[in-house]
């Protein structure tokens, strides 16, 4: 699991590096997506993968060992929302540029042929 | 009344965030109630930090003792709860911020604040991420500062919206958010080898680690690191830096000269808690001041080929984050106090300087060519979707407040101080800073073997001053000594006593800097003494637990 759960760190990873060094806003925006997923997977992954353990205890007297850590999913919790909210806004940017520029390139401008 | 002191931690977080939300709830035909809320806060924050920072003083040593305080948030003791820590550097930087952001708000009235978007909710949360930045003493808390204060600039560099502000915070927003991931990742590193994201709980756990473990937790410690040298705006990954500042506004400008020394806080924090590790603090060492130094020249670079003077700003701020980087990089604990103490300068200054150049720009005669409204003849829809009706809506001149008369006197006399205060020359107190960086470099680089370091730091340090003096005179014989181009712009008040106030605070720092670089050794000496930071972050669980049985 630990193998398949790191290819699609790294293939997300890969794809979200190419795509954010791509001339167009809506491959940039696609890119960063890509990369907070990646990012994401990786935070939880942090916590150490495991099967059918609650993260959070139930009853007076518990083994820690029973249960998984809850700090990384409550991190990513907060990951994910802040990631969201930043391309959100990001996506209003580009629609900004596009409006202004008439053009879907990073800078603004078609560069010189 | 010590009820509401032990609670003084959490309000400069808290008044900016009530306040921003309070503003939105204050339509645009309401100003005054609007001005009045958001200076309220910020003197409150401003009153605040300055309790804070007397209470870190020694001449309160007997509040908090080491003059390191800690607030639970919550009432969970660290490294369970989040902790907020105040401790000198902390202080020293939450009155930075307040005093900056005082006076842009002041400067921000005269019409920099409409039309558009909230102005002045997003100026608040701007604040409140720099000054939760400043307090938290835990990683991952620091990562929603970060966030908090970087949100809050995207819009805030997109005021007046325009083409060339739209592409430059575009930029901004795709550099600082792929910066944003690798901090999560590096954060999330952190926490997958030690199983802690409190500042002082990390050093503890690390000492202990495996091997394997430990390369794991370098690669994260690292991977942060670069997280916070895009923020400080340090080589190579800066090139956001000189676009998005000199396009945003003036009063904006003037905050984010307190953003970049965000990422230098950051790498000082941290830096100085791993320094116990000598292996890893050697390295970091050697990295932070080779890529301070070529970030130096860069930003020298910058200053000499730029022709505008707010990019030549935004490239003086490039230079001292290059030499605050290199000078913390040669590892000497005597260099903190006078690398703080240029630190506080070159703040107040670049805060001063884009202040100033937000009315140097009007003396321009040919101004930026009007929004034309297209075939239509309506407004394009983009400038409605951000209210605003043209690209610029700063280039006219509305009439607000009393105009203040010998304006080009004014503007002359402040740009002179300005580069004064950006070279380094007596009597303003950026001679000052760096003259005590210079005699201890010199003194002491030898003891600990970096002669040759200390004396490459020296000559750069000697170079930013002449080339700040050649860029800036350049630009000032343009400005003033060329009328037959420029014409004399209405200045208003509101906008000319900040200016003033910034340089006249700056002055204070020259006629204080005896009892000021005293609180600087003291900062420096509990920053080289992460022992006692720590004990005092994680022993106040016991401390709280025998208050507690004594009430």
Redesign the interface.
């Known amino acids: 699991m630990e193998a398949v759960y790191a290819l699609a760190i790294g293939v997300l990873v890969a794809a979200g590096v190419w795509l954010?060094l791509r001339p167009r806003?809506f491959q940039?925006i696609m890119g960063?997506s890509l990369?907070?997923y990646?990012?994401n997977l990786?935070?939880f992954?942090?916590?150490?993968l495991e099967i059918q353990r609650p993260p959070i205890l139930s009853g007076g007297e518990a083994t820690p060992a029973l249960y998984a850590d809850p700090?990384?999913q409550a991190?990513v919790l907060?990951?994910i929302v802040?990631?969201f909210?930043?391309?959100a806004?990001?996506l209003?940017?580009?629609?900004?540029?596009r409006?202004?520029?008439g053009t879907d390139h990073?800078?603004?401008r078609e560069p010189e042929q | 009344m010590t009820a509401l002191l032990d609670h003084l931690p959490i309000l400069p977080i808290a008044v900016p965030l009530f306040a921003a939300a309070a503003m939105l709830l204050v339509g645009d035909a309401r100003r005054t109630l609007r001005y009045s809320i958001a200076f309220g806060s910020l003197t409150v924050q401003l009153a605040v930090a300055l309790v804070l920072l007397y209470q870190t003083t020694d001449a309160a040593a007997h509040i908090w003792p080491n003059g390191i305080g800690v607030y639970e948030i919550g009432g969970w003791p660290a490294p369970f709860g989040i902790v907020l820590v105040v401790d000198r550097l902390s202080s020293m930087m939450l009155t930075l911020t307040a005093t900056v952001a005082l006076a842009a708000l002041v400067y921000s009235t005269a019409h920099w604040d409409r039309p558009g978007q909230p102005f002045h909710s997003l100026f608040q949360l701007l604040v409140m991420g720099l000054n939760g930045a400043f307090l938290t003493g835990d990683l991952f808390n620091l990562f929603v500062f970060f966030e908090v204060l970087l949100a809050a600039s995207y819009g805030l560099v997109l005021r007046g919206l325009g083409t060339a502000r739209v592409r430059m915070g575009l930029h901004y927003i795709a550099v600082n958010l792929a910066a944003s991931f690798l901090f999560l990742i590096g954060v999330a590193l952190i926490y997958g080898t030690v199983g802690t994201l409190n500042m002082a709980d990390l050093l503890g756990h690390v000492e202990a680690l495996p091997p394997d473990d430990r390369a794991l937790f370098d690669a994260g410690a690292w991977i942060l690191g670069i997280a916070f040298l895009v923020k400080a705006g340090s080589w190579p990954l800066n090139s956001w830096l000189p676009g998005a500042y000199s396009v945003s506004i003036a009063p904006v400008a003037a905050v984010f000269a307190v953003m970049t020394k965000v990422g230098v806080y950051a790498v000082l924090r941290l830096g100085t808690l791993m320094s116990e590790d000598a292996a890893a603090a050697t390295i970091l060492g050697e990295i932070l001041y080779y890529t301070g130094l070529v970030t130096l020249v860069s930003g020298m670079i910058g200053m000499l080929a730029t022709q505008h003077l707010k990019r030549l700003v935004s490239y003086s701020v490039i230079v001292s984050s290059g030499l605050l980087l290199a000078s913390l990089g040669l590892g000497i604990e005597a260099v903190t106090p006078p690398v703080l103490f240029y630190l506080a300068t070159s703040v107040l200054t670049t805060a001063a300087f884009f202040l100033l150049t937000g009315m140097t720009d009007r003396t321009r005669l040919v101004m930026p060519p009007a929004h034309e409204p297209d075939a239509q003849g309506d407004i394009l829809p983009v400038y409605m979707a951000f209210g605003v009706t043209s690209p610029d809506p700063y280039g006219t001149e509305e009439e607000v407040g009393a105009a203040i008369p010998a304006a080009m006197a004014f503007l002359g006399l402040m740009f002179v101080c300005c580069v004064l205060l950006v070279a380094g020359l007596p009597p303003l107190p950026g001679f000052v800073a760096k003259f005590t960086l210079l005699s201890v470099v010199l003194e002491t680089a030898p003891v600990v073997g970096a002669r040759n370091a200390g004396w490459v730091l020296a000559v750069a340090v000697l170079a930013t001053g002449i080339v700040s003096v050649v860029a800036l005179t350049r630009i000032g014989m343009r400005l003033f000594w060329s009328p037959a181009q420029r014409r004399t712009p209405r200045l208003h008040v509101v906008e000319a006593a900040p200016v003033a106030f910034l340089v006249l605070v700056c002055l204070g720092l020259t006629a204080a800097s005896g009892p000021v670089m005293r609180f600087f050794d003291a900062t420096a000496r509990s920053l080289h003494d992460p022992d006692t930071y720590i004990e005092t972050v994680l022993g106040s669980r016991v401390a709280s637990r025998t208050e507690g049985d004594a009430q």
């Open positions: 954010l806003t940039v960063l990369l907070s990646a990012t990786f935070i992954g942090m916590g150490r700090v990384p991190l907060t990951a802040i990631g909210a930043t391309t806004l990001f209003v940017v580009l629609l900004a540029l409006g202004l520029s990073v800078d603004g």
